[in-house]
């Protein structure tokens, strides 16, 4: 079958342990659909207990099992209500993608002393203070689980920097340290160099800090059986520590752990394909490049689709894509917000879930639907309303069935595109047209075997039916401005 991920979670999912029951719930129906795998959001305690998204981890052993933070039980729900919603993800044969955020943790049990310089937050290479000596929250010790676990004690050595300082002003200050000369090298020389994104930054030459955290990935997949991990923020973690981490993970598991990374660098194919480089093609990557012309192509009515896998990983990298429409970052109202237009989703799902390359991920609220409040950039309170995508289900489902063998492209339109998945000894295949414009019709050739044969439009959106000419071809129409997958009745 052909895989399809689901990001089941978006930035303002629901609180009060709505999630991990919901998982548990909709597991028949992700299946049914042609889902084979869940990206499940970050399932540890964070900073703010029962309110984090997951993405500012105080204890990544706390699954909502611990009074800390103030909350026993996570935003998502409890450790057995997570257990449970993996164990019935994984008997419906879909598998479970956990999110691991190693790059920082947050909300520090008691302040130490250290010494420290101060750099320049847009050159993080260039120092603006003497060695001085600060206090901040690097000490751990997770009053409320203890040693359950893990007898494992964060203090300053385990971080390269922290963004505060007691009785100071917020900065970016580096940690002086046994571990390495300044900075971590990194692909990324974003800032002078992006090793420090936010929080208490995890110093991973630190040899302590590997062995905990090798530790920690088997004792969460011997709890979870995880069949992959989205892995956090790695353009700003060294490849040598993925590349050492992900080999142990896999050692210890007897399992080959899938694993994508999140290098969130739009039209800077270059970066992805270092880092896939760097990484020695350890794990795959999302395709911020992709995603970033989907965008454009939906602001623009007049946008070359031609031009649509310019630059992209998947064109590039076809078996190292994760491809994605939008995500919990891109969607309206986050920091890298870049989201594709209602309009132009049912194409941008076509692109990604019918075509041969690339491993697509569907993204919740365009399955779901989703509404939510927040504070936009000019400080005012905006409601946000995403309507589930037009046919999403059933171009979900037309990978599932019918989108299998041979590609032959039908590129020479601006406006429209075309292309054939011929099938193969176990599914028919399938006609795809798409337009950004006008209603087309579309010449192709999808094969001698379908001759005579009629057939229909797979989304509902044209309900005239058309036959197979002696040749294997036939004029393929699509609507206005939407896609239609032809299939045989």
């Not at 303002?12 to 999630?19: E, M, N, Q, R, V």
Request: proline share 3%; aromatic share 14%.
């Amino acid at each position: 079958m052909n895989g399809t991920m689901i990001q089941f979670f978006h930035w303002y999912t629901d609180g009060d342990s709505f999630l991990w029951k919901h998982t548990q719930d909709q597991s028949q129906y992700l299946a049914d659909l042609g889902i084979t795998a869940a990206w499940l959001p970050p399932a540890y305690k964070g900073i703010t207990g029962g309110y984090s998204v997951g993405y500012d981890p105080y204890d990544l052993f706390d699954l909502g099992e611990f009074d800390q933070k103030g909350n026993l039980v996570t935003k998502y729900g409890s450790k057995d209500e997570y257990l449970n919603a993996a164990k019935a993800l994984k008997e419906k044969n879909i598998q479970v993608i956990a999110d691991v955020v190693l790059n920082h943790k947050a909300g520090g049990d008691e302040l130490e002393k250290f010494k420290v310089i101060k750099v320049d937050k847009e050159d993080r290479n260039k120092e603006i203070s003497d060695v001085i000596e600060i206090e901040s929250f690097t000490k751990f010790t997770f009053p409320g689980r203890g040693d359950t676990y893990s007898n494992f004690k964060w203090d300053f050595t385990c971080f390269t920097g922290v963004d505060y300082a007691e009785g100071m002003e917020t900065g970016i200050y580096r940690i002086i340290n046994d571990f390495g000369d300044g900075w971590d090298n990194i692909v990324d020389d974003e800032k002078g160099n992006y090793d420090y994104l936010m929080y208490n930054d995890i110093e991973h030459r630190n040899p302590f800090i590997r062995e905990e955290l090798n530790h920690w990935g088997k004792w969460y997949h011997d709890l979870t059986d995880f069949d992959g991990v989205r892995l956090d923020a790695v353009k700003h973690i060294s490849p040598d520590f993925y590349k050492e981490w992900l080999h142990t993970l896999r050692a210890n598991t007897g399992k080959n752990i899938f694993a994508v990374g999140e290098y969130w660098a739009p039209g800077e194919l270059k970066l992805l394909e270092a880092y896939i480089d760097a990484t020695e093609g350890c794990m795959s990557l999302f395709d911020s490049s992709l995603q970033n012309n989907l965008h454009a192509a939906s602001k623009d009515p007049d946008y070359d689709l031609r031009q649509i896998f310019n630059e992209t990983l998947v064109a590039s990298h076809p078996d190292k894509a994760v491809t994605v429409v939008d995500n919990h970052d891109t969607q309206p109202l986050q920091a890298l917000e870049a989201p594709v237009e209602t309009w132009f989703k049912p194409l941008a799902y076509a692109l990604i879930l019918l075509r041969k390359d690339g491993y697509p991920c569907v993204f919740y609220p365009d399955l779901y639907g989703a509404s939510y409040k927040d504070h936009g950039e000019d400080g005012n309170e905006h409601e946000i309303f995403l309507d589930k995508v037009d046919a999403i289900e059933e171009l979900i489902k037309a990978r599932k069935d019918y989108a299998y063998g041979n590609q032959k492209d039908y590129f020479e339109d601006a406006h429209c595109l075309g292309w054939i998945r011929e099938g193969d000894d176990e599914h028919s295949g399938c006609a795809v047209v798409l337009s950004n414009k006008d209603a087309y019709h579309k010449p192709m050739e999808i094969g001698k075997k379908y001759a005579g044969k009629l057939f229909y439009d797979f989304t509902g959106h044209l309900q005239d039916k058309i036959t197979i000419d002696e040749n294997g071809w036939a004029d393929f129409p699509c609507p206005a401005g939407n896609v239609s997958v032809w299939v045989a009745e």
